[in-house]
């Protein structure tokens, strides 16, 4: 089972910037696509990006298309999350998630999951 480290989150400014990781341990992300997810309190958690194994297909939700970038670095086991125009609304828990082979939108369908790393942005 591949056991997942999410890092680079923080506080920051509404307007600026933040770069998420996801660093793999114990074994690669080869054959393994991605996804990451956030999660406020009281709220399901939801859909933010996806990236399939080989990393030329994204899939991005409607409310960060534009401003966020998900990307992955096979040789390195990690997978990036590039946040920009942050917004207050972008304040949440950040998750990633690996399934094998294929994206999914849906959480219930990855079962590797970080432990999650906060992003608060600040108005």
């Known amino acids: 089972q591949v056991q997942l480290i999410e890092s680079g989150g923080g506080l920051v400014q509404a307007g600026g910037s933040l770069r998420l990781s996801c660093a793999a341990s114990?074994?690669?992300?080869?054959?393994?696509?991605m996804g990451w997810f956030r999660q406020v309190p009281g709220k399901q958690r939801e859909f933010v990006a996806a990236?399939?194994?080989?990393?030329?297909?994204?899939n991005y939700a409607d409310f960060v298309k534009g401003r966020f970038t998900m990307s992955r670095d096979n040789a390195k086991s990690t997978v990036y999350l590039q946040m920009n125009s942050l917004k207050p609304d972008d304040t949440a828990v950040y998750y990633c998630?690996?399934?094998?082979?294929?994206?999914?939108?849906?959480?219930?369908?990855?079962?590797?999951w970080g432990q999650g790393i906060q992003v608060t942005v600040s108005s």
């Open positions: 990236i399939d194994w080989g990393g030329g297909s994204t």
């Open positions: 998630a690996a399934r094998f082979l294929v994206a999914s939108t849906e959480a219930i369908k990855y079962n590797a």
């Open positions: 114990r074994r690669t992300l080869n054959g393994y696509a």
